[in-house]
Every structure is written in C-alpha cells, then in structure tokens.
C-alpha cells in the first residue's frame, strides 16, 4: 500500500530533455508514456518541457511541488536510474552535465533565488549515448525506461496524486 | 602594438556569434563579426505547403518567437493578395506588441545589464542609501526589500557557485556606478526576471502558447474564440502591469544609465539606418503603419525616404556560400560552401545584405530615429523628454546608449498604444478568410521584430515553395563584409572603441550586445572541461 507523504494541490511532472540526442530525451519519452498509458487526479499536470529553459519558469513558478524526469550524469552504469531531492540537485547546478542541462539546472537556480522554486525530486537516468542525431535510445537506457515510469508514478502518488491506468488500446 | 583579439563564443545573446577585433594600442583599429552556425531552413522550406511554411519558419527562434510565423503568412497573403479581417490585424498587432512588450526589458536587464553593473559591488551598498536613491529615481516604483536582495545576492556568491553571475568582469575599471547602484540595478534584474514570465502569458492568451504560438494560419488567425470580454480584460491587466513596470522601473533606470555612462553616447554608433515599419492600421492601406517605414543615410534625421525594397541586395563574398554574386532575395540562392573561417576572405555563415551598397543598421534606434524624423508626435515627445532628463542631446542617439535607449523608449510607446487596439476586437466578427493557393506566385512578407527589420521572400511553384529566402535583422547587423569591402554594421561600430584590458572586454561586449543579436538557436556546444573557455571544433 501506498503511503500519502503529503498532499500537494499544483503536482508539476516535468520531462525535460532533447530527445533528437538519443538517451537525452529519456525524461520526454517517460512524460509521453504517463500521458499514453495513464490518467491522473485533476491536481496533476504533465509538461514535457523539453529544452526550453528559463520559458519554464512560468509553470515552476506555479506548482507547489514537481517531479523532474531527467538524464542525469553522474558517473553510474549506463540506465541506472537515481531519485535526487531538491537540495541535491541544487548542489549539481555549478557542474554541466549535458546540453540542455545548463539551461535547466541554471533555470531551477534562477528559480530558487527568485522565490519561485517548489519542493523538487529528480527521478533521472545515467545515459550511455548523447550524441546527435537520432531518437533511439541506447540498450541501456530503453531497459531503464520501464523503472523509471514507475518511479516517476510512485512520486506522484507520494504526492498525493491518483495514478488511473488507461485501457491499453 | 597591434593585437589580435577573439570573442567566442559571445554570451548573453541568441544564437553563435564569434567577435574577432584588432587592437592597436588600447584602440579596436577593425573587427570581424562572424555567425558560426549554419540553420539551413530555407533549404528545408523548398517542395513543402506555403501555408505549413509558418510552422516550420516560427521554430528558427524561441525569442523572437511568433515573429518569422506571422512573417511567412504575410508572404504567402502577399502571393495571393488576400487582406485577413479587422480582428486578425488587431489580434497580429497586439502579439507583435507582446513580444516587444516582454523582449527589450529582458535585453536590458538579462543580456545587457551587467556590462554595466557590478553585481558584485552591490553586495558592499548600504541599504537606506540605496532606497533612497531609489525613491529619488522613481518614487511610484514597487517597494522593493533591498536588504533581502543584498542577503539573496551574498547567499549566492558565498555559495561558491555564481550560476549566471560567473564569468563577468567584476571589478573592471569600466564599471563606474556606486555600490548603492548596482544593488538598485541588480533587485531590478531580478525583477525584471519574474515580470517577464507575465509577458510571456499575456502573449498565450491569443497566441495560445508562448513560444511558439499556435493561431497562425494563411488568412488570419484562429483565436476567435478567444475574443471575448474575459480574454480582453486578462490581457489588458497584463498590459497595464507591464506598463506600469515601464514606466515605473524600466524607463527611469535606462534614463538613469545613460547620464551615469555619457560617454557612451558617443561610442559604438553607426550612421544609416532602415526601417520596414510595423503595426498595421488599416485594411486597405498596407502603407500605415503605426512604426513607419524609411530610410536615413549619413545620420541624416531630417530626411527620411521611402523604403526601396528593390535597392536590397544579399552579398556573399565573405561568407560561407557558392560564388561571389550578391541577389535581390526574391532570386535568393542558399548554397553552403565552408571554405574556414579566414578574416581576409571568408568569415561568416551570415550573408551581408546592403541597401543601395550600403551597410545598413536596423532594430529600435533604426525605427525610432525614423519615426522621430517624420515626425512621429509619440516619438518625439517620448525622445527629447528621454534626451532631457539624461542630459544628452539628439546626437548622442548614434550610440552604443542610444540603441538602449531607443529599446526603452518604443517599449513604451508601443505598450501605450497596445490598449487601444484591444479595444478595437469584436467578439463575434470573423478573424480569418479562407484562401486557396495559386499554383505560380511569389510575394513578400515584412515586418519589424523586435531586434529589427526583416522579410521574407516566397515564390510558390506547382502549389509547393519554390523558393524561399530570408533577411533577418542579425543578418543586417552582424553580417560581414560585402562585394565592395565595407564592413557590417556592428564590425564599423567596434572600430575606435577603447579596450582597457583585452583580458576582460567589457567594452566591446557593450557595443554588442547594444544590438540584441539573435542568430538563431540550435545545437549547443558543450566542452567536458568545467572551464568559462570552449574549444569549437568545426567539420
């Protein structure tokens, strides 16, 4: 059973990336698989936010708590997938992990000094290949993709979010 | 001694600009402008639909967003001679608006700003000082908690990641302002940052989304629905917060920056100018425009002449393109020929465009300089009162201070005049025509972004684009040398300027991004190394 850790009124699911670099766009596709498979409580909203940056700010500055799906370079095996909270990837911002990534985590440190930064957790995925061009997704990271839908869905139940699976067609 | 100096890439604009300048003893003796990246969209535009050609034109820039989208539908309307209805022009005027509404206070304060202040300065300000001044400068300003910005701003730096603060050039002795300045200018930064999030709103609201907006189409728009009183009053509250954020915080702190740097109203100017115009005022009068058209040559203010759009020509002997030709752009070619960048022969993927072989400047100094010269009552009272209070006189227009001044002042202007066309829409009244497309036609597209004069050329053939040519307004600006050898705007305005350290040039970064370039987005280009330098490795 799941256990409610709080009730959030403006749950934010964020994916990021850019998924013509391959394992990039990996938080884009697992956002598109919440809208394929899923629907949720009307307190939950999806955004595939691509890379757009600093445009994010108006939907950060609107949510009390958001769920980043995300690459996240640190090192790890290729598809293994981390869960960072707010202050650690606060502590990320000075490193550049990937291309879109200095937007993003200079977009959530512009946030932050603004006021405007909700409680944040990032569910993101060790990528194996960033290179241009293509949509695929590496092995590893396709392997990974399963995990990571579920952890972004346990997040957002945590929040206080109902998860509805859709009829699969 | 004469050295050679680069800046690659330059920051705080759009796109990828390189600035290679000669310095002779302390002095920019010649400068190089080069784009380095090459988008190619004209070549994708060729077999696809015209009326699909603004989906794929709009994505050339998140900034300047909407602009090349309502450029392309113009050209193709142009093509077919179709007038869209009065609730089309208003809705096209007032997201046209919204983007200069939300795009110059972000220049000034995001992109350009800390070439001028210190932000580190502002961490020694004393805070009743620094509200007094603010209070002298702009009593109806909102109250802002300088003590909380000054600790925000410490908490930052002590942090030891300056985030989008490292890299600048703290200390310089080309930073002139007093601690209790800078800490105004830097609560106004980030002011500035949260208000523009309600610009890029108030533009969704009949745009759809923001970037990109998705109410375009060949005939008008497709936000009727969205012309209602609740949509109106949303939009208008937005405008009027944004005008009060002009006129309250934006204009005085342009005002206040000109008379606290007067000698950069005489450093970085060029001296012709072109303006397309923008805001169309009536449906059958394509000629009024509340933004007019016109030419000034020589500095030459009092005489404003009509645009010739046939005296336009695309030169491409310095560039990175087939052959030495230079085109009027309806016979455009976009053939790609990377030869490396050599300062003696070809530097630049930016073609140069000229007007009557002449380099020619264009954005808000461009349009303001010629609505003052037809005397432009708005215009006129909005410049010499600006002139007046910084104590400059018209002359130091032709400036690096001049181009921010401009910005300020058509932002205000143009955010006045916003209302009344919101009050012109007619919940009800159609908003688009049908039109179907011809199978052989060419026709042009111009407009005025916020960065400056731009079209868009179209020939359609067998109902598909034939051809399909741009002239953006960092192609006027920042293009490089043509056919007959004379530098681009920008590479003529860097010429005398003072480089104190070329270690840190500040000063030269000033002129630059006086002209807000924009070249254009795409793949960034990332270095493993955590150092504030990159290695660009082409081919």
């Given at each position: 059973m799941i256990k409610v850790m709080q009730?959030?009124?403006?749950?934010?699911?964020?994916?990021?990336?850019?998924?013509?670099?391959?394992?990039?766009?990996?938080?884009v596709h697992v956002v598109r698989d919440l809208e394929e498979h899923y629907s949720f409580s009307e307190q939950v909203t999806l955004l595939d936010g691509g890379t757009l940056g600093m445009r994010l700010l108006n939907a950060i500055g609107q949510a009390d708590y958001m769920i980043v799906a995300d690459t996240l370079c640190s090192g790890k095996a290729p598809g293994t997938v981390s869960r960072l909270t707010g202050s650690e990837l606060k502590g990320r911002v000075a490193a550049k992990n990937s291309q879109h990534q200095v937007s993003f985590l200079e977009t959530i440190a512009y946030a932050d000094f603004l006021g405007m930064l909700p409680e944040t957790v990032m569910i993101g995925c060790e990528p194996k290949d960033l290179s241009a061009w293509g949509t695929e997704l590496s092995?590893?990271?396709a392997e990974a993709r399963p995990l990571m839908l579920e952890k972004v869905l346990e997040e957002i139940r945590l929040a206080g979010g109902e998860v509805r699976p859709l009829a699969d067609a | 001694m004469v050295e050679r100096l680069v800046i690659?890439?330059?920051?705080?604009?759009?796109?990828?600009?390189?600035?290679?300048?000669?310095?002779?003893?302390?002095?920019?003796?010649?400068?190089?402008?080069?784009?380095?990246?090459?988008?190619?969209?004209?070549?994708?535009?060729?077999?696809?639909?015209?009326?699909?050609?603004?989906?794929?034109?709009?994505?050339?820039?998140?900034?300047?967003?909407?602009?090349?989208?309502?450029?392309?539908?113009?050209?193709?309307?142009?093509?077919?001679?179709?007038?869209?209805?009065?609730?089309?022009?208003?809705?096209?005027?007032?997201?046209?608006?919204?983007?200069?509404?939300?795009?110059?206070?972000?220049?000034?304060?995001?992109?350009s700003a800390l070439d001028w202040v210190d932000i580190v300065s502002a961490l020694s300000a004393d805070v009743s000082a620094t509200e007094s001044l603010a209070n002298s400068l702009s009593p109806n300003a909102p109250a802002i908690d300088f003590a909380a910005t000054q600790q925000s701003l410490q908490n930052f730096v002590d942090s030891g990641k300056l985030g989008p603060f490292a890299g600048g050039y703290w200390g310089h002795s080309a930073y002139t302002l007093s601690p209790e300045e800078n800490l105004l200018f830097a609560a106004h930064y980030l002011l500035a940052l949260r208000q523009q999030v309600k610009a890029g709103r108030m533009h969704a609201i009949f745009g759809g989304k923001n970037p990109h907006v998705q109410s375009l189409r060949v005939g008008g728009v497709t936000c009727q629905n969205e012309i209602n009183s609740t949509r109106i009053n949303e939009f208008r509250s937005l405008l009027n917060e944004m005008r009060d954020f002009i006129d309250t915080v934006y204009l005085p702190d342009v005002q206040h920056l000109a008379s606290a740097y007067p000698e950069w109203g005489a450093i970085g100017g060029f001296k012709n100018y072109l303006a397309f115009g923008e805001f169309q005022m009536s449906n059958t009068d394509q000629g009024d425009l509340f933004l007019p058209a016109g030419v000034i040559m020589d500095k030459n203010i009092n005489q404003v002449s009509d645009v010739m759009l046939g005296e336009i020509n695309e030169h491409v002997r310095h560039s990175w393109y087939a052959g030495s030709t230079a085109r009027y752009p309806q016979n455009g070619e976009t053939v790609p020929n990377y030869t490396g960048y050599d300062t003696t022969d070809r530097y630049s993927w930016l073609k140069a465009p000229r007007y009557q072989g002449e380099p020619m400047e264009v954005g808000p100094l461009a349009r303001v300089l010629v609505a003052y010269g037809m005397g432009h009552s708005a215009f006129v009272n909005a410049v010499d009162s600006f002139l007046a209070k910084a104590g400059l006189g018209i002359e130091a227009m032709h400036s690096t201070m001049g181009r921010s001044a401009a910005r300020a002042i058509e932002t205000k202007v143009i955010a006045d005049e916003m209302g009344y066309w919101l009050d012109q829409l007619q919940p009800g009244a159609s908003a688009r025509v049908s039109v179907s497309l011809p199978s052989q036609a060419s026709g042009i597209g111009l407009n005025e972004a916020p960065r400056g004069a731009l079209g868009h050329w179209i020939s359609i053939e067998?109902?598909?684009?034939?051809?399909?040519?741009?002239?953006?307004?960092?192609?006027?600006?920042?293009?490089?040398?043509?056919?007959?050898?004379?530098?681009?705007?920008?590479?003529?305005?860097?010429?005398?300027?003072?480089?104190?350290?070329?270690?840190?040039?500040?000063?030269?970064?000033?002129?630059?991004?006086?002209?807000?370039?924009?070249?254009?987005?795409?793949?960034?280009?990332?270095?493993?190394?955590?150092?504030?330098?990159?290695?660009?490795?082409?081919?």
């Open positions: 009730n959030k009124n403006n749950i934010l699911v964020l994916g990021v990336g850019n998924i013509l670099l391959h394992d990039e766009g990996i938080g092995l590893e990271v | 690659d890439p330059v920051t705080r604009i759009e796109g990828h600009l390189k600035i290679e300048v000669e310095i002779n003893n302390g002095v920019v003796t010649d400068a190089w402008s080069s784009g380095t990246l090459f988008r190619g969209i004209e070549t994708i535009l060729q077999g696809r639909e015209p009326d699909e050609a603004w989906l794929i034109t709009q994505r050339l820039c998140g900034v300047c967003t909407y602009i090349h989208g309502v450029t392309s539908v113009r050209s193709v309307e142009d093509a077919v001679n179709v007038t869209v209805p009065e609730n089309a022009r208003h809705i096209r005027n007032l997201l046209t608006g919204g983007l200069f509404v939300h795009d110059h206070p972000v220049h000034f304060y995001h992109l067998n109902q598909k684009i034939g051809n399909y040519q741009m002239v953006v307004p960092s192609t006027w600006n920042l293009g490089p040398r043509c056919g007959s050898g004379l530098r681009g705007p920008v590479e003529e305005a860097l010429i005398g300027t003072p480089v104190a350290n070329p270690e840190q040039p500040v000063e030269i970064l000033r002129i630059v991004h006086s002209y807000d370039p924009c070249l254009a987005c795409a793949v960034h280009v990332t270095d493993n190394d955590q150092d504030t330098h990159y290695t660009v490795k082409l081919g």
